[in-house]
C-alpha cells in the first residue's frame, strides 16, 4: 500500500471507501445491507465510530469518520470487515442466493492464494484513506458520498437514496445516525 494512503493521525477525521473483491455486486440484496448497517451501529455504540457521513453502494461502502477513543480507525476498519464478511458469508452459504456457486467461486479464487485467507477472500485490502484537513475537503466528500447513487441512476435525488447520510443531511429519517457538522478541523 503506498504510504500516501494511511491514517496516521487518529484523532482525525478520514474519507474512506471499503470494496468488495473484484467489485462483486453484493450488497443488492437487503439482509446484507442491513448486515453491514448493523455493524455501522454497533462500531458506533461500541468502538468509538464517529460517522459524519456515508453511503452503501452494491459493491462498496464510502464514510467519512473519525475514532472517537482508545480504538483506532485502522482498528475499527479491520474489525468491521473481518466481522462483515464473516456474517454475509455465513448468510450466503444458509440461505436462498441464486448467485451463491457464483460468488462464493470468486471470493474463494481471491482467497486462495492469501495465507492470511481461511477461505475466502470478500473485502478488498486497504480502504483507500483521506485526511479530512480542511472544511472545503469535507463538503468536497459529502458531496462526493451523497452524489453516488445520483450518478448511477438509481435515485434522482440524494436524499431519496435510503442508504445514505444524504438523507440526515436533509432532516429525513434514517437507519443510521450521523453527525451533522464537519469533524473538529480547527486543530488542523
Known amino acids: 500500500m503506498s504510504e500516501k494512503y494511511k491514517i496516521r493521525e487518529n484523532d482525525k477525521a478520514y474519507f474512506v471507501t471499503l470494496t468488495i473483491v473484484d467489485w462483486i455486486d453484493i450488497f443488492t440484496r437487503k439482509v446484507y445491507k442491513i448486515k453491514i448497517v448493523e455493524s455501522l451501529k454497533y462500531c458506533q455504540m461500541h468502538k468509538g465510530l464517529e460517522i459524519y457521513a456515508w453511503c452503501l453502494m452494491s459493491n462498496h461502502l464510502h464514510m467519512i469518520g473519525r475514532a472517537g477513543n482508545t480504538i483506532t480507525l485502522p482498528e475499527i476498519l479491520r474489525d468491521f470487515k473481518k466481522f462483515t464478511a464473516r456474517v454475509i458469508l455465513q448468510e450466503i452459504l444458509d440461505n436462498p442466493e441464486s448467485r451463491k456457486d457464483w460468488i462464493l467461486l470468486r471470493f474463494a479464487d481471491k482467497g486462495k492464494s492469501l495465507r492470511r485467507v481461511e477461505k475466502y477472500k470478500f473485502w478488498q485490502d486497504g480502504n483507500h484513506p483521506e485526511l479530512i484537513s ?10 462526493y458520498i451523497h452524489q453516488n447513487p445520483v450518478k448511477e441512476m438509481i435515485v434522482e435525488n440524494p436524499e431519496d437514496y435510503f442508504l445514505s447520510s444524504a438523507r440526515n443531511y436533509a432532516g429525513l429519517s434514517n437507519i443510521l445516525p450521523v453527525i451533522l457538522e464537519t469533524p473538529e478541523l480547527n486543530s488542523y
Open 134 to 143: 480542511c472544511p472545503k475537503i469535507f463538503y468536497q466528500k459529502l458531496k
